[in-house]
């Protein structure tokens, strides 16, 4: 099982970035996909804050409150990839960004994209 993030980097405030996470070794299609975020200095992994989430069929998405509006989540089976796109970004949206996989107990996270936004 491999979840690989990218698109990250360093952007100014206000910039838009667009992160992919490519699944492989299992049923994609059939597994809900998350985006979490981990701001500097939270280490531990049940401190990542849920940024987004779409089911196994795309639609009926959910978005958490920092982000409502300026982020959408958003995936595509027949490449078995989800993406996020983010735009008018602030310096607080600066963090690592993890791709996960969930269906009936099974959950695999991808190993992070950094996402810097600073002026």
């Known amino acids: 099982v491999q979840l690989v993030e990218s698109g990250g980097g360093l952007v100014q405030p206000g910039e838009s970035l667009r992160l992919s996470c490519a699944a492989s070794?299992?049923?994609?299609?059939?597994?809900?996909m998350s985006w979490s975020r981990q701001a500097p200095g939270k280490g531990a992994r049940e401190e990542r804050e849920?940024?987004?989430?779409?089911?196994?069929?795309?639609?009926?998405?959910n978005y958490g409150d920092s982000v409502k509006g300026r982020f959408t989540i958003s995936r595509d089976n027949a490449k078995n990839t989800v993406y996020l796109q983010m735009n008018s970004l602030k310096p607080d949206d600066t963090a690592v960004y993890y791709c996960?996989?969930?269906?009936?107990?099974?959950?695999?996270w991808g190993q992070g994209t950094q996402v810097t936004v600073s002026s």
């Open positions: 996960k996989a969930s269906n009936n107990g099974y959950v695999y």
């Open positions: 070794g299992f049923p994609f299609s059939t597994y809900r």
């Open positions: 849920l940024v987004a989430t779409i089911p196994r069929g795309g639609g009926n998405t």
